[in-house]
């Protein structure tokens, strides 16, 4: 259908020789915006989760030191300011004023060689990164660092992505002031750290202990660390 954007459904339809039950071509344009109508969601779904499939299997993904690479970010997009949109997505807004229009927020999973998207999760702007991005644990493999902006610092997310399979990391640059304890110095610029979590993020991350352990790499570009 992407490829296809610039043609009538019903012409995209006519190209796949569909007929109704008594052969004749499947052309009636009220036909085509019913079934679409009847698929709903899901069957736009299943089509994503297929062809990306299918394109990830065809290309030999290379490993960075027997690891899978991947990145996490997200996008805001605004949507037609209709009631149904208005009823399913937040208007972005102020203590003065609310939003001209309802808005969706995307996360997605990039694979980084190919650019090819893995999987991706939407819901209403108000919904966090960090939320729709723990729905997509399930979609990385296993021997594998994601690379994440800033923005997805949470240790309950970070320890709940690691602690999902087996062998997986993630890599992000710190937050000014955030507060960790040195457990060890593996080298130049390379330290086990201790971060504590607290009650808040255990309420909310179920499984997350009161510290986790993360590796703190430190580089100095332009002068700056």
């Known amino acids: 259908m992407s490829v296809f954007c610039d043609r009538p459904m019903t012409d995209i339809v006519n190209l796949m020789d569909i007929t109704d ?3 004749a071509p499947f052309t009636a344009r ?3 915006i019913q079934r679409r109508k009847k698929l709903g969601e899901g069957a736009v779904r299943e089509l994503f989760d297929i062809t990306q499939q299918y394109w990830n299997q065809q290309v030999s993904h290379p490993q960075w030191h027997g ?3 991947f990145a996490m970010d997200g996008v805001v997009w605004r949507t037609s300011d209709t009631r149904e949109n208005s009823e399913a997505f937040s208007k972005h807004g102020n203590q003065h004023s609310e939003g001209n229009y309802p808005q969706v927020r995307m ?7 190919s650019h090819l998207i893995n999987a991706s999760a939407f819901d209403s702007e108000s919904v966090s990164e960090m939320r729709l ?6 979609r990385v493999p296993d021997n594998s660092i994601t690379l994440f902006d800033r923005g997805y610092y949470s240790p309950g997310l970070l320890h709940h992505w ?3 399979g087996e ?3 993630w890599l992000l640059p710190l937050i000014k002031n955030t507060q960790y304890e040195v457990v060890c110095r593996l080298g130049r610029g390379d330290e086990r750290v201790k971060l504590k979590t607290s009650p808040l993020a255990r309420n909310q991350w179920p499984g997350l202990p009161e510290e986790v352990t993360a590796r703190l790499l430190s580089r100095k570009v332009d002068g700056k660390e």
């Open 167 to 169: 062998n997986r990391h």
């Open 133 to 138: 991005a723990a729905q997509l644990t399930d």
């Open 67 to 69: 690891l899978y690479l």
């Open 30 to 32: 009220s036909a085509v």
């Open 21 to 23: 039950r008594s052969g």
């Open 162 to 164: 690691q602690h999902a």
């Open 107 to 113: 996360v997605c999973l990039m694979e980084l060689s």
